[in-house]
């Protein structure tokens, strides 16, 4: 039988991710592939992009969700203020793409602040071109409300924008920026909420994203549907051990039955009172 083409990802997740500095858990690394899949089961295409993204953790598990023609967008500050603090040496990031036998080409290195320079950072990563972009930089509130703009111009209109922390007593300004940014709007809505990050999609695609993730990740989770800026959000309980469904039967013709089956109960929720 012809093997996943998750098999990598799960890989990563299973034996490598902890072995790289950073936050990202098992329930988000699931998260991100049941978005990942719904996106190819609906041909919605485009780069990965990230900003913050310290020694790599979660941008290869990105990296190992890309199509062949599709590169992982990097964005960092890295050593732009050397010797001055905040610093994060790009041969860190360099050292573990290789350690984890990427090809350095996967990957385009940003270096940039981004509250002052949006707009290069916006011109590399291209406007609408990111179908996953996951806002996980400084928690400020002037960097989240810059980080969410660049964001919401860089991401695809089929795409997905996941933010870190959003609801952490011990960053209130994250709370405040993502409220302030996303009240009212409505090409981006709540979509789900995990204990670490908020993720937001566009509305015609909502109900496919939430069979997707609802379908793939275990039912263990305590999973409900609440209210947030007068939409409904899927929330997912504390961390559990997170065993994913599917990813490793995908080959040989598994991921069309999967996909055609998923696509025939796409999901929606009534709005919680
Ligand atoms: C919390 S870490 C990212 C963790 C990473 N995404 C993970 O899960 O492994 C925050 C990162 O944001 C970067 N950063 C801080 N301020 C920034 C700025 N103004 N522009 C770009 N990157 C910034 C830092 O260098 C750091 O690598």
Redesign the pocket.
Known sequence: MEASPYLPALDYISNRMDG?????SPLDAGLFLALDLAQKGAGVAGDMA??????????FLMAHLLRPEERMQA????DLYWPNP?Y?HPDAFIGNALELGFDLGRFNLVK????KEPARVLETVGQGKARLF?V???HRLT?ILADSKIALEATSPDGVIVF?DVFSYLMPEVTEGILTTFKGRTDFVPLALSPNKAYFCPPHLKSRYAAYVIECLPNNLDTEVRRLLDHWVITFSAEKPVVLRYFDKMGGGGGEVLHRNIQGRNIDFSLPP
């Open positions: 790289v500095q950073g936050f990202l990230e900003i913050g993204v310290l020694h790599g953790r979660s941008a964005i960092d500050i890295f905040p994060n940039a602040d981004t509250t996951h996980d930089g400084d960097h870190d």
